[in-house]
């Protein structure tokens, strides 16, 4: 049964720094894309950023690509997102995802955390 488990989640000022941990279990995710989507409340569930199994990254906006950082340990199965300058905006349940797909759509993601808060005050 494949498991994604999000930690790394909180109550930050804004200007603070977070960072996100998702350790996947369950099966092999060689060659798998791992990336983390939010969701604000009353909203719907967005693209921050994603990876593929060699390290090559996107972002959704120029704004989370100059402040956000993904990565991944490919040994451990985990993949991180470094999150500096945290805006209130930012304030979500940010949630990893892993699939087959190079893609921003959640539709391309086939297992799924349960999700970790991240809470920027002003």
């Known amino acids: 049964q494949v498991q994604l488990v999000e930690s790394g989640g909180g109550l930050v000022q804004a200007g603070g720094s977070l960072r996100l941990s998702c350790a996947a279990s369950?099966?092999?995710?060689?060659?798998?894309?791992m990336g983390w989507f939010r969701q604000a409340p009353g909203k719907e569930r967005k693209f921050v950023a994603a990876?593929?199994?060699?390290?090559?990254?996107?972002y959704s906006t120029d704004s989370v690509k100059d402040r956000f950082a993904i990565s991944r340990d490919n040994a451990k199965n985990t993949v991180y997102l470094q999150m500096n300058n945290l805006k209130p905006e930012d304030t979500a349940v940010y949630h990893c995802?892993?699939?087959?797909?190079?893609?921003?759509?959640?539709?391309?993601?086939?297992?799924w955390g349960q999700g970790t808060q991240v809470t920027v005050s002003s």
């Open positions: 995802a892993v699939g087959v797909s190079w893609t921003r759509s959640s539709s391309g993601y086939d297992y």
């Open positions: 369950g099966r092999t995710f060689s060659g798998y894309t």
């Open positions: 990876i593929t199994w060699s390290g090559t990254s996107i």
